[in-house]
């Protein structure tokens, strides 16, 4: 895990035209403002060392600078900081040294082949990149060797370019450069394919290029090629976040802090151009759905390299998508082929073809299930010690487990104003059914709700002298139920004691026709029942138990749902609840889409988004619904429900590169 802490966000004296905080930029969503005590109580509370990180964190004030560097080398001992390295002077060289600063720098290669790191045209740029090459040679002289991020494009690893980037590594390696990390470009616009994407041949062949190279090399550490391997030997504790299944909503290897003091995570999944906050808790739903989604469809079932792969890094996933697997999964598979058959010629024999892999694949979905994402490592240590027969005996097939909806916020104060009143209205929904019941029909007001409730239910009825019953969940299909992430449920009926009485019966004896025609629910609704769910309108806040009727639309536009809604609504208001009426009216007012791909479903809000696994694989579908983006808290963002930005996207014409 790193903290990285980011003074200035996205903010940056370059524009880099694939990089990959661009939709934060092209969003609006950068701030030139930070408040120092803000961010360091948020990192000592995360705890452990912190990288100042950008956009370009050397554009924040050299005196707060300075006092960052003090703070982290008192409280934990060391700092570090990742830059494109054009800023730094002598000061700055003598912070580092005072200050124990690991230096980290971003550079494509030497001269031209730099050119995509732009700096406002190109004979500025070209000045840029020979200032950085200086700055690299002195820091390797004068303090120590910085690390450096290579990203690998047309413009420095064409065959042509190759000969060029491999003598500069070995002119870099002669001046004491040990620590060089390769990306693969990350691509989030069509302009960036168009003008910068190598193919996965010319990707694999660089690649390759790097690898024959780093065996001249002695004490430079390519550490792509020594991750892949470590990981087909299982010993995976130390490579980095790409192999290690990130959760794009709380990517566990990157803890941001904003200078606001918030939190935040890997800016790679923020697709959307929006920072989101880290979830509450962790969840693996993408490799959970990757396992049992066929390659074909862009998952990766039946793939021996899956353990140790995993999809790769959900910023680089297929459309952008962070449900399907990376988009340069045929780079990764053949470079997985050379070495699995590289460690066979030397006598090793790697996980892809042992028998045990099935065993360790079972054993780290059932972690995935439940929550945890121990390394493989860790799994083998635990397989090769003695288990309990229990263990032992758990079935490969396994049932997914319930899993709880994961919320992601837009912004902290979002949170603040939305997350109590949002939590407080399933318990409204479930005391309104009983104030929505009408003593004087024959028909029951109903919900599905979780067994906790029906005490409270169950004396709410006897208060204003309705009967009451439980029935089981199914009796309503499609229901909603108020609390979804509860194992025990049940249908609460109410209304007069005969109403209920003849539901009871009907459900009792199987009459379906007779039960349904005594709830006081639009027929045409009723009638559709499960099927709602799966061939119509999804009722788009399910997932966190929140519906005006208990039971799905038939379709969005269905008048009588709009009819039942609205009178629903009404009597809430008389019973006391304007209050929470009024903030049900706005919820669904606002612009809202519901994607299910892979089995996982995605709900975006101008406020938040929220997914959930339902560990099935079924059609891909997308439904949005227009609305209202610009709510209170709520920001603007590059796709729909969010507002959008009140410029046009900030496109970067790159010469020197075409």
């Not at 976040?241 to 923020?270: I, L």
């Not at 862009?298 to 140790?308: D, I, Q, V």
């Not at 979804?484 to 007069?496: D, I, M």
């Not at 806040?541 to 009819?563: E, K, N, Q, V, Y």
Request: glycine share 8%; net charge neutral.
């Amino acid at each position: 895990m790193s903290i990285e802490l980011r003074p200035l966000g996205v903010a940056c004296n370059l524009a880099c035209h694939y990089c990959y905080q661009n939709p934060q930029r092209d969003a609006g969503n950068q701030r030139m403002t930070y408040d120092l005590e803000k961010m360091k109580k948020e990192a000592a509370r995360i705890g452990g060392s912190f990288t100042l990180f950008g956009g370009e964190p050397l554009l924040m004030r050299f005196e707060d600078l300075e006092h960052l560097f003090a703070w982290g080398l008192e409280t934990f001992g060391s700092n570090a900081i990742q830059t494109n390295g054009i800023l730094i002077e002598d000061r700055h060289i003598d912070l580092f040294r005072r200050y124990k600063v690991s230096v980290g720098i971003s550079l494509d290669g030497p001269g031209e082949l730099n050119d995509a790191r732009w700096h406002r045209g190109l004979e500025k740029t070209r000045q840029s990149t020979a200032i950085v090459e200086n700055v690299i040679e002195r820091l390797c002289r004068e303090y120590q060797a910085p690390g450096l991020i290579i990203t690998l494009h047309k413009g420095n690893a064409t065959a042509d370019k190759l000969p060029v980037m491999t003598e500069w590594l070995r002119k870099l390696h002669a001046i004491g450069i040990k620590s060089v990390r390769l990306h693969l470009l990350e691509v989030d616009h069509d302009s960036v394919r168009e003008s910068l994407s190598l193919s996965a041949r010319e990707n694999v062949q660089a690649l390759l290029a790097f690898a024959d190279v780093q065996e001249s090399l002695v004490g430079m550490h390519l550490d792509l090629f020594e991750e892949m391997e470590a990981l087909l030997s299982g010993q995976d504790a130390k490579v980095g976040c790409t192999w290690r299944a990130c959760d794009p909503y709380t990517t566990e290897a990157v803890q941001g802090v904003e200078g606001n003091g918030q939190s935040s995570n890997c800016g790679r999944t923020n697709k959307d151009g929006i920072g989101f906050i880290k979830a509450d808790t962790a969840g693996y739903e993408r490799y959970l759905a990757l396992y049992r989604t066929p390659q074909a469809e862009n998952g990766c079932a039946g793939c021996r390299f899956f353990l140790m792969c995993k999809g790769q890094c959900p910023g680089t996933s297929i459309a952008g998508d962070w449900r399907n697997r990376t988009e340069h999964c045929e780079e990764w598979k053949h470079l997985f082929t050379l070495l699995e058959r590289r460690m066979i010629l030397a006598g090793k024999i790697p996980l892809t073809i042992q028998p045990l892999r099935f065993e360790l694949e079972r054993r780290q979905l059932q972690a995935w299930e439940n929550g945890k994402n121990p390394s493989l490592s860790r799994t083998l240590s635990q397989m090769y010690q003695k288990q309990s027969p229990e263990s032992q005996s758990t079935p490969a097939e396994a049932p997914i487990a319930r899993m709880k909806t994961r919320v992601s916020w837009v912004s902290q104060a979002a949170r603040e104003k939305w997350q109590a009143r949002l939590e407080r209205l399933p318990a409204v929904l479930e005391e309104m059914t009983v104030n929505a019941a009408d003593p004087n029909t024959e028909r029951c007001a109903v919900r599905v709700v979780p067994a906790s409730s029906f005490p409270r239910l169950l004396s709410l009825a006897a208060e204003r002298g309705l009967a009451a019953a439980i029935l089981p969940a199914e009796a309503l299909p499609g229901g909603i139920c108020t609390q979804p992430a509860e194992e025990a449920t049940g249908l609460f009926l109410t209304g007069s004691t005969a109403s209920v009485e003849a539901s009871q019966a009907a459900w009792a004896k199987g009459n379906i026709a007779a039960f349904q025609s005594l709830l006081d629910l639009p027929a045409c609704c009723l009638s559709n029942g499960a099927a709602a769910q799966k061939t119509t309108a999804p009722s788009f806040l399910a997932p966190l138990g929140l519906s005006i009727l208990p039971i799905t639309p038939c379709r969005f536009d269905c008048p009588a749902a709009i009819t039942a809604g609205e009178r629903w609504l009404r009597i809430a208001e008389a019973a006391g609840y304007e209050s929470e009426s009024a903030s049900l009216r706005e919820i669904f007012s606002w612009a809202m889409s519901w994607s299910e791909l892979h089995g996982v479903i995605e709900v975006k809000t101008p406020l938040f988004k929220m997914c959930i696994d339902t560990g099935r694989n079924g059609a891909a579908r997308v439904i949005q619904r227009p609305g209202i983006s610009q709510v209170e808290g709520s920001v603007t963002g590059l796709n729909f429900p969010y507002s959008a930005p009140p410029r046009q996207s900030r496109m970067v014409q790159i010469a020197g590169v075409m």
